[in-house]
């Protein structure tokens, strides 16, 4: 029943209210932000050095988990590195039914998968601009000599939780938070974004 | 701001981690059988020094990982950092 | 030595104040004291001047490994109060405040203790709960304290933003009147030639760095300069506290942490009174001259450095920008840390220890300066009769093991 209800995200108010912000108003702004908030999450646990597990997931996911420390794997979905026995699967929409097919993959496994899907939400930031916006609010190095597609990053974003991830060429990130921050954060990024000219979408 | 070098993530800015004391400090396997002063001490008796410290910390806004570190508690210089479960390095990543 | 009077400061001032007499001596150390004080900060000079007066102690010296009050006595924010909740820390707490009210007169020096009030703000309904109840914790134990509603708050502290939708808003705070500030630098020199005028060799630059034991009894103390013999050593070092327990083969239940503070630039009077602040994190006051005071929470790690991080002090700042949003505009001068020593349970340690003749004060963490003068009397009597005074007997080591712990992190405030 709940399946075939719309699902809203709570920042489209807040994008139907956004005008393109800062000094390029009237031309493309430097930065782009749009919310996608109806992606599924789940959160993957279990020991990398058993093949049971791996292999299930690489079956299910078709593709492997990432073993490197701020990584992630792209193809049909997402996988992110979250810590050395966690891990974030994202899936671009949501289809009813494929968690409990991926929760069953795991059962003959000691692995753990949690549908985490209401829990997150993305703002996807794209522009010549978009690492210096979040360079203003993290105090990591998101230089291309440190960052590079195919990594993903925990951090602190304006005091905010939130995974970096950077998964396709040409200036295009994702930045994963909590829902209930999610508002604050684009608030901020409306402020911190004015100096280069910030749209949202 | 200190610089912390997670040993999953790598250096990362203080902020991102939570402090959590004194490292190595082992829950007594029988409380039973201790005296009230060994449980004082075990609660809350620290080395407190003054120079190299093993202690605990928490990478909060990232892994979320528990791990070891050395910090000289005069300069704040971090000297090492390591895995739970592991030995630490025998050589220092910086002289404190 | 000269009595200070208004009749002095003329007869100086006329010979272009050249003529001040020394405030303090500044003696060679003796082989031999009947009581050591390590520790020349507020508390250390106050032991040893009630030593002298309440106790008539004859031989006693105060090392210092610095200059006198160039520890914390130094680096706080100068406040004043006794509201804390347990009967057994307000009572100790309210001593000292007496004590406050009568030391300018009783030191013959103006410690400039200005009793303008302090306010503890409630941003939540537990916070008002909590308050009403330290409050009537207060009254109970004979210490003025009064809830003040928000709508007196407005007309209390103007600056003050007291709006009901805002973050962290403010629901009412507990006053005690008889709080307030007072010159820290002046605490330590008033004790400081108190003492000495009672015959107290105060001896700054000499450092302790062994303490001296003989069949489980204290001897004497190493220093850098020299031997010192000595029939009871009292050590009140703050920060240093596990330090000097090592020496001694003691182990404390204290950790030492960064605490920082700030002063703004001098502005007009603007504040009249103390706010603190437990639940954004800070403390502000306006010094005679001018500056704002400000104080921080304490850093989260163990650290002797007199430092600490950055991102305490912007947090304290967006503390103080909440609170008041007009000193967003004003520029900070200075910025300093001191090492405090925390105890589990946020209140002090006034103790004999395992060493006889040795005795302990420490763990007032981020709350010391207001209890300088009690502190000193209770570690006083504690010294000179070998046993605690009933002010300070909850406050024994034992406690730790007894598990009869005061715990005042509500009261203690602010920093941990």
Same mark, same amino acid.
């Given at each position: 029943m709940s399946d075939s209800l719309k699902r809203h995200h709570c920042l489209e108010p807040f994008s139907e209210d956004s005008a393109t912000i800062g000094?390029?108003?009237?031309?493309?702004?430097?930065?782009?932000?749009?919310?996608?908030?109806?992606?599924?999450?789940?959160?993957?646990?279990?020991?990398?050095?058993?093949?049971?597990?791996?292999?299930?997931?690489?079956?299910?996911?078709?593709?492997?988990?990432?073993?490197?420390?701020n990584t992630l794997s792209y193809r049909e979905c997402t996988t992110c590195w979250l810590g050395p026995d966690e891990w974030l699967v994202v899936y671009p929409s949501f289809e009813a039914g494929r968690f409990e097919k991926f929760s069953t993959e795991l059962d003959s496994t000691d692995a753990t998968a949690v549908d985490v899907s209401h829990g997150y939400i993305v703002l996807c930031l794209s522009g010549d601009s978009a690492l210096d916006l979040l360079a203003k609010g993290c105090t990591l190095d998101l230089h291309l000599s440190s960052f590079n597609v195919g990594d993903c990053v925990q951090t602190g974003i304006a005091r905010t939780a939130a995974i970096i991830a950077n998964i396709a060429e040409g200036d295009h990130y994702e930045v994963i938070v909590r829902r209930t921050f999610a508002e604050y954060l684009a608030i901020w990024m409306r402020h911190a974004g004015a100096e280069f000219g910030i749209g949202f979408d | 701001m200190l610089l912390i070098k997670c040993p999953w993530c790598g250096n990362r800015a203080e902020s991102e981690f939570n402090y959590g004391g004194e490292a190595g400090i082992a829950r007594p396997a029988n409380p039973d059988t201790l005296t009230d002063a060994e449980w004082a001490d075990y609660l809350f008796m620290r080395k407190n020094p003054k120079g190299l410290h093993q202690e605990q910390w928490n990478h909060a806004q990232g892994c979320r990982r528990w791990f070891n570190a050395e910090r000289d508690t005069v300069t704040y210089r971090f000297t090492r950092t390591w895995r739970i479960g592991e030995a630490p390095s025998s050589t220092r990543d910086v002289d404190s | 030595m000269k009595k200070y009077s208004a009749f002095g400061l003329l007869r100086n001032a006329l010979s272009y104040n050249e003529k001040w007499p020394e405030a303090w001596r500044s003696p060679e150390p003796k082989r031999k004291y009947d009581v050591v004080i390590v520790g020349g900060g507020g508390h250390g000079l106050a032991t040893a001047y009630y030593l002298a007066k309440e106790h008539g102690v004859q031989n006693i010296a105060v090392l210092e490994k610095g200059w006198i009050g160039g520890g914390n006595t130094g680096r706080n924010t100068t406040i004043v109060r006794s509201n804390y909740l347990w009967t057994e820390a307000a009572l100790l707490y309210e001593k000292s405040l007496k004590l406050w009210e009568d030391l300018s007169q009783d030191l013959n020096y103006n410690v400039m203790f200005s009793q303008r009030g302090v306010y503890n703000l409630a941003h939540s309904l537990q916070d008002v709960r909590d308050i009403e109840r330290r409050v009537s914790a207060n009254r109970l134990n004979g210490i003025d304290a009064e809830f003040v509603a928000p709508e007196q708050l407005k007309k209390n502290i103007p600056g003050l933003r007291v709006t009901a939708n805002s973050r962290y808003p403010v629901l009412g705070a507990s006053?005690?009147?008889?709080?307030?500030?007072?010159?820290?630098?002046?605490?330590?020199?008033?004790?400081?030639?108190?003492?000495?005028?009672?015959g107290v060799d105060i001896i700054q630059q000499c450092e302790v760095t062994g303490i001296r034991r003989e069949g489980g009894k204290v001897i004497g103390v190493d220093t850098t300069r020299g031997a010192i013999a000595a029939d009871k050593v009292g050590v009140v070092v703050a920060g240093h506290a596990s330090v000097l327990a090592d020496m001694a083969g003691i182990r404390l239940p204290i950790e030492s942490h960064p605490l920082q503070a700030f002063v703004s630039e001098p502005l007009k009077p603007v504040l009249d009174t103390v706010v603190m602040s437990n639940g954004v994190h800070g403390y502000i006051s306006q010094s005679d001259k001018g500056e704002l005071v400000i104080g921080a929470g304490i850093d989260s790690y163990n650290g002797y450095g007199q430092r600490g991080s950055f991102h305490t002090i912007e947090h304290t700042?967006?503390? %103080?920008? #909440?609170?008041?949003? /007009?000193?967003s505009r004003v520029r900070m001068l200075r910025q300093w840390g001191g090492i405090v020593d925390t105890c589990p349970d946020a209140c002090p340690i006034i103790s004999k220890t395992p060493v006889s003749g040795l005795y302990f004060n420490c763990g007032w963490g981020t709350g010391g300066f207001k209890a300088?003068?009690?502190?000193?009397?209770?570690?006083?009597?504690?010294?000179?009769?070998?046993?605690?005074?009933?002010?300070n007997a909850a406050f024994?080591?034992?406690?730790?093991?007894?598990?009869?712990? %005061?715990? #005042?992190?509500?009261? /203690?405030?602010?920093?941990?």
């Amino acid at each position: 029943m709940s399946d075939s209800l719309k699902r809203h995200h709570c920042l489209e108010p807040f994008s139907e209210d956004s005008a393109t912000i800062g000094s390029s108003a009237s031309a493309e702004p430097a930065i782009r932000v749009t919310f996608d908030g109806h992606r599924e999450f789940y959160n993957l646990r279990g020991d990398p050095a058993d093949a049971a597990f791996t292999d299930a997931v690489k079956s299910f996911t078709g593709q492997s988990i990432p073993d490197k420390a701020n990584t992630l794997s792209y193809r049909e979905c997402t996988t992110c590195w979250l810590g050395p026995d966690e891990w974030l699967v994202v899936y671009p929409s949501f289809e009813a039914g494929r968690f409990e097919k991926f929760s069953t993959e795991l059962d003959s496994t000691d692995a753990t998968a949690v549908d985490v899907s209401h829990g997150y939400i993305v703002l996807c930031l794209s522009g010549d601009s978009a690492l210096d916006l979040l360079a203003k609010g993290c105090t990591l190095d998101l230089h291309l000599s440190s960052f590079n597609v195919g990594d993903c990053v925990q951090t602190g974003i304006a005091r905010t939780a939130a995974i970096i991830a950077n998964i396709a060429e040409g200036d295009h990130y994702e930045v994963i938070v909590r829902r209930t921050f999610a508002e604050y954060l684009a608030i901020w990024m409306r402020h911190a974004g004015a100096e280069f000219g910030i749209g949202f979408d | 701001m200190l610089l912390i070098k997670c040993p999953w993530c790598g250096n990362r800015a203080e902020s991102e981690f939570n402090y959590g004391g004194e490292a190595g400090i082992a829950r007594p396997a029988n409380p039973d059988t201790l005296t009230d002063a060994e449980w004082a001490d075990y609660l809350f008796m620290r080395k407190n020094p003054k120079g190299l410290h093993q202690e605990q910390w928490n990478h909060a806004q990232g892994c979320r990982r528990w791990f070891n570190a050395e910090r000289d508690t005069v300069t704040y210089r971090f000297t090492r950092t390591w895995r739970i479960g592991e030995a630490p390095s025998s050589t220092r990543d910086v002289d404190s | 030595m000269k009595k200070y009077s208004a009749f002095g400061l003329l007869r100086n001032a006329l010979s272009y104040n050249e003529k001040w007499p020394e405030a303090w001596r500044s003696p060679e150390p003796k082989r031999k004291y009947d009581v050591v004080i390590v520790g020349g900060g507020g508390h250390g000079l106050a032991t040893a001047y009630y030593l002298a007066k309440e106790h008539g102690v004859q031989n006693i010296a105060v090392l210092e490994k610095g200059w006198i009050g160039g520890g914390n006595t130094g680096r706080n924010t100068t406040i004043v109060r006794s509201n804390y909740l347990w009967t057994e820390a307000a009572l100790l707490y309210e001593k000292s405040l007496k004590l406050w009210e009568d030391l300018s007169q009783d030191l013959n020096y103006n410690v400039m203790f200005s009793q303008r009030g302090v306010y503890n703000l409630a941003h939540s309904l537990q916070d008002v709960r909590d308050i009403e109840r330290r409050v009537s914790a207060n009254r109970l134990n004979g210490i003025d304290a009064e809830f003040v509603a928000p709508e007196q708050l407005k007309k209390n502290i103007p600056g003050l933003r007291v709006t009901a939708n805002s973050r962290y808003p403010v629901l009412g705070a507990s006053l005690q009147r008889r709080g307030g500030v007072a010159r820290h630098d002046a605490v330590a020199w008033g004790y400081a030639r108190a003492a000495d005028q009672r015959g107290v060799d105060i001896i700054q630059q000499c450092e302790v760095t062994g303490i001296r034991r003989e069949g489980g009894k204290v001897i004497g103390v190493d220093t850098t300069r020299g031997a010192i013999a000595a029939d009871k050593v009292g050590v009140v070092v703050a920060g240093h506290a596990s330090v000097l327990a090592d020496m001694a083969g003691i182990r404390l239940p204290i950790e030492s942490h960064p605490l920082q503070a700030f002063v703004s630039e001098p502005l007009k009077p603007v504040l009249d009174t103390v706010v603190m602040s437990n639940g954004v994190h800070g403390y502000i006051s306006q010094s005679d001259k001018g500056e704002l005071v400000i104080g921080a929470g304490i850093d989260s790690y163990n650290g002797y450095g007199q430092r600490g991080s950055f991102h305490t002090i912007e947090h304290t700042m967006q503390a %103080i920008i #909440e609170l008041f949003p /007009a000193f967003s505009r004003v520029r900070m001068l200075r910025q300093w840390g001191g090492i405090v020593d925390t105890c589990p349970d946020a209140c002090p340690i006034i103790s004999k220890t395992p060493v006889s003749g040795l005795y302990f004060n420490c763990g007032w963490g981020t709350g010391g300066f207001k209890a300088t003068p009690g502190s000193g009397w209770a570690f006083a009597h504690t010294i000179a009769e070998d046993r605690s005074h009933e002010l300070n007997a909850a406050f024994d080591l034992q406690r730790f093991t007894s598990g009869a712990l %005061i715990d #005042e992190h509500g009261a /203690a405030g602010v920093a941990h």
